[in-house]
């Protein structure tokens, strides 16, 4: 017996994909261009990353320079990983209202 196909249901499905695929793209290029600031604790390192997490910029205040190397790493340690975890919460938070729209995919 032959299964009727259901070309409307295939149109239907293929430009809901389509609309998706195109709001993909535009979080790709917000995350892209969307940029999150972070300093050290000690406020001496400002690291500036995308949220796509591309390190921009770091910049360190001349205070830092004359300070053992062991205090400098850490400045710059905590201030980059602070950066990442900034631009993953913002690419989260962005990501959330992007897809608003869809329901999560639930498992099991």
Do not use: H, N
């Not at 949220?51 to 201030?79: F, M, P």
């Not at 690419?91 to 729209?101: G, H, M, N, Y």
């Amino acid at each position: 017996m032959a299964r009727e196909i259901d070309e409307a249901f295939i149109d239907e499905a293929i430009e809901r994909y389509q609309r998706i695929d195109a709001q993909l793209a535009d979080f790709t290029r917000a995350c892209a261009g969307m940029e999150v600031s972070v300093r050290s604790p000690d406020g001496l390192v400002e690291v500036i990353v995308t949220l796509a997490g591309a390190i921009r910029d770091v910049k360190i205040d001349d205070q830092l320079l004359g300070r053992g190397a062991r205090e400098v790493s850490t400045s710059v340690r905590l201030a980059v990983t602070a950066a990442a975890d900034a631009a993953q919460w913002a690419r989260s938070k962005l990501q959330a209202e992007t897809f608003a729209d869809y329901l999560p995919v639930r498992r099991g």
